[in-house]
Nanobody, 124 residues
Framework: QVQLVESGGGLVQAGGSLRLSCAASGRTFSEYAMGWFRQAPGKEREFVAGISWSGGSTRYADSVKGRFTISRDNGKNTVYLQVNSLKSEDTAVYFC?????????????????WGQGTQVTVSS
């Protein structure tokens, strides 16, 4: 089992920035590729960003490319999402996710563990 706890969400003005964190516990962190997803009110959960177990590979949804950056610190068992140039359409609950590292290429469709989410609200 892996437990994931997100933090760092909040209310921010359009154009602002936040850094979301996700602390993992329970299993060896480097056994997992990690990702961030989000769900806006009335919409389905969508993939935002993913990172391989080593941090050597990352991938992003087209809607956030150039604005969001995913990173991880395996020594701290933590994955981060730096979100810049926020827009009102980025308002959502952001979820941290883990998948066995062999399935990194399928991270948009196959998740083993979810966090509880952290709210990001962007005011215009």
């Amino acid at each position: 089992q892996v437990q994931l706890v997100e933090s760092g969400g909040g209310l921010v003005q359009a154009g602002g920035s936040l850094r979301l964190s996700c602390a993992a516990s329970g299993r060896t962190f480097s056994e997992y590729a990690m990702g961030w997803f989000r769900q806006a009110p009335g919409k389905e959960r969508e993939f935002v960003a993913g990172i391989s177990w080593s941090g050597g590979s990352t991938r992003y949804a087209d809607s956030v490319k150039g604005r969001f950056t995913i990173s991880r610190d395996n020594g701290k068992n933590t994955v981060y999402l730096q979100v810049n140039s926020l827009k009102s359409e980025d308002t959502a609950v952001y979820f941290c996710a883990a998948v066995a590292r062999a399935y990194y290429s399928r991270i948009t469709e196959k998740i083993d563990y979810w966090g509880q989410g952290t709210q990001v609200t962007v005011s215009s």
